[in-house]
């Protein structure tokens, strides 16, 4: 349970923060790969693709390093309130090797422009060193002045509260490092009551280029985001608060990067969305508004397990989501029970019209298997007390569903989706409630036949809850052991199918005992209550679809491929989960170009693209990765069989063992792949393109 509140202090720079930031097109960009020619000196310097951050403590900075680290860039951190740091001067940025000078940071991240004290001899020394291998420099925040290329606020530009206003990414924005964007970007306002980003929008000098502004009072616009160039250096100027989770600086720091490092860089990012849609031919017990418990689920006092009035999709529903999913071009991951649609059936007339409907449009949809008939499958359950316990024997030993048991759910649902003509991949599983897996606190380790059973049945990608294990791990210690793939859950309740039930849990769950809630909230330190109950009748539409899709949207736009998962009842009666997805999908499309399309991976490819990111992660960290450019040449050299993520402009080229091909796929402006060198290689080599 969250909040959901993102919050930022109103702060204004530390010191004397003279900012510098300037502005870039896409074909500068890519002419900046190289430095001019009187910048350097021959031989052509070799620049390593590492970015050096100066750290102050503050959010901006926190916020750019975040981006770099969960999108692979490698940097270095340099804290400046460390009295033991090193100092930056000319030998601690620039060396020689080979005879050829090397620039060791393509760019410099840095609070503000003078964070060293614009007397100081580090100061001197990184200008010297940006100047001399032209390596741009982010200032993360500062304010309006000339020393950044913009006049003072008071002279025609303006200071304040962001909240909820709608800025522009400029013509020099949408040609340059912004070009994934569409155009506007309203910064959130999720707290009337607390000022969450704070700015300085000024008007350009000479040799400022504006990326992103905003109109001001007598006409014109004043800029928040731009590109100073002046004595042969480039700053990029950020002139206004943000942290790592505002929708208004996810939006903007795939561009920072971009710029930072001039379109060649290590690490990759995307945006993907993916929903998990648990529990299909299976019905969901419904919540009792009051009893506040779930009959059926053995969770209230009393329960024998036999839920009334469950919620199950009609033909109808199907219908609606196929439909759904043609008019919003996005498919959804159905997770089925096979054994659950046959008992339907038998218990219905042996008749199943929802089962006919949605095999018949199964081309329609991924599918995943969720084991045949959805039982628990860790510790035998001991459903007499609540919440249950793990039953034991008679020595006290934890009683486990066996490995027959595992094994058959798993194999009898697949083989029911194959005799359907379902098409569905083994290596993939979801099983009922992640169980199997640990389950705090009464199970607090898994199923020990559970790895047994994966690979009895091909498994190598099971899904895990994200609320409670958010890494991905291994089951079982051989090559070959099946892996996690966390997914998000999303608050849209399983058992609920109208709004007013949905908003009546909600309150349980969110609201104070003083207010007849449960009082979880009072009680989590992650969570916060909410100040009263919603109304029954209002509350889902104007409180908790808001709050779900900007929790989603944060994910999506965090560089974060984990699926999210919701429940077959979401999508019958009154449809709970279309709302949230709708306004998810039009806030994405109107944040985004369509260059930069929502990423829909299937849960193995999730599980892949985790396993890449650790393993990159780990070489990063040990030091076993080196990489450089050399004018239009870049080389990348990683341990063998360990998969680099790399970035670099359009119309770049990967050497081959005899030619060379197109690197890479096209994503938001740039083209980036996992690679590896080619058959005979040690390195990867890649060709920039020239301006």
């Known amino acids: ?301 009393g329960d024998e397990g036999e839920g009334a009035d469950p919620i199950r999709m009609t033909v109808a529903d199907a219908q609606y989501a196929a439909a759904w999913q043609k008019a919003s071009g996005f498919t959804l991951d159905m997770v089925y029970n096979g054994g659950q649609g046959e008992q339907w059936k038998t218990e219905h007339g042996g008749s199943d019209p929802l089962t006919d409907r949605l095999v018949a449009d199964r081309a329609q949809y991924r599918w995943i298997n969720h084991t045949y008939t959805h039982p628990f499958l860790g510790c035998v359950q001991d459903n007499t007390v609540v919440p249950w316990r793990c039953a034991t024997d008679a020595s006290g030993n934890t009683l486990w569903v066996g490995r027959s048991e595992l094994s058959g759910q798993i194999r009898n649902n697949h083989n029911w989706a194959v005799g359907k003509g379902i098409s569905v991949d083994r290596s993939e599983l979801v099983t009922g409630e992640h169980s199997g897996l640990r389950t705090f606190p009464q199970q607090p380790a898994d199923n020990p036949h559970l790895a047994g059973a994966l690979a009895d049945n091909g498994v190598k990608w099971l899904a895990s809850d994200n609320s409670r294990e958010p890494q991905q791990r291994s089951l079982g210690t051989t090559a070959g052991a099946a892996k996690t793939v966390p997914r998000h859950p999303m608050n849209v309740y399983y058992n609920v199918g109208t709004a007013a039930e949905m908003t009546d849990e909600y309150n349980w769950v969110y609201t104070s005992r003083a207010d007849g809630g449960s009082g979880i909230c009072e009680s989590n330190p992650a969570s916060t209550c909410l100040p009263a109950p919603l109304p029954v009748t209002t509350g889902y539409a104007g409180h908790i679809v808001p709050q779900e899709a900007r929790t989603a949207l944060s994910h999506v736009l965090g560089n974060d491929p984990r699926p999210h998962y919701v429940h077959q009842s979401n999508l019958a009666e009154e449809r709970l989960l279309y709302p949230v997805l709708d306004r998810v999908l039009a806030d994405y499309r109107g944040l985004f170009a369509p260059s930069a399309p929502v990423v829909n991976p299937r849960q193995k490819d999730v599980g892949t693209e985790l396993t890449r990111r650790a393993a990159w992660d780990q070489a990063l960290a040990a030091g076993k990765v080196t990489a450089y450019r050399i004018g239009t040449a870049v080389t990348v050299k990683a341990p063998a069989g360990l998969a680099a993520p790399i970035t670099a402009p359009e119309g770049t080229r990967k050497q081959l063992l005899l030619g060379t091909a197109a690197f890479g796929s096209p994503y938001a402006g740039t083209r980036s792949a996992w690679t590896t060198p080619e058959l005979l290689q040690t390195s990867v080599t890649l060709t920039l393109p020239t301006a």
């Open 1 to 301: 349970m969250h909040s959901g509140r993102i919050r930022t202090p109103r702060t204004a720079p530390r010191g004397a923060r003279t900012a510098r930031v300037a502005a870039l097109a896409a074909a500068a960009l890519l002419a900046t790969v190289v430095p001019s020619a009187q910048a350097v000196a021959a031989p052509v310097p070799r620049i390593d693709l590492t970015v050096l951050v100066v750290d102050d403590g503050g959010s901006a900075v926190g916020a750019i390093t975040a981006e770099l680290k969960g999108s692979g860039v490698p940097y270095r951190r340099i804290d400046l309130d460390d009295p033991n740091r090193p100092v930056l001067d000319a030998a601690f940025l620039s060396d020689t090797v080979d005879g050829r000078p090397r620039a060791k940071y393509q760019g410099v991240v840095l609070p503000h422009e003078t964070a060293f004290g614009p007397d100081s001899a580090e100061h001197t020394a990184l200008r010297t060193y940006e100047r001399t291998f032209g390596i741009p420099q982010v200032d993360a925040y500062t304010w309006s002045h000339p020393g950044v290329g913009l006049d003072y606020t008071n002279e025609g530009g303006w200071s304040g509260v962001l909240d909820g206003t709608t800025a522009g990414v400029t013509a020099a924005g949408r040609a340059g490092p912004f070009r994934y964007l569409s155009g506007a970007l309203t910064f959130e306002d999720n707290d009337p009551s607390i000022a969450e980003s704070y700015g300085y929008a000024g008007r350009p000098r000479a040799g400022y280029t504006s990326y992103l502004d905003v109109p001001v009072d007598g006409g014109g616009r004043a800029s928040l985001v731009g590109e100073y160039t002046a004595d042969g250096r480039r700053e990029l100027v950020v002139t206004f608060a943000y942290n790592q989770y505002q929708r208004q600086f996810r939006a903007l720091a795939r561009g920072i990067v971009e710029w930072l490092t001039q379109g060649v860089h290590l690490g990759q990012s995307r945006n993907y969305l993916s929903v998990h849609v648990d529990d299909v031919f299976a019905p969901d017990a419904r919540w009792d508004t009051a009893r506040n418990c779930t009959p059926g689920d053995f969770d209230c006092v």
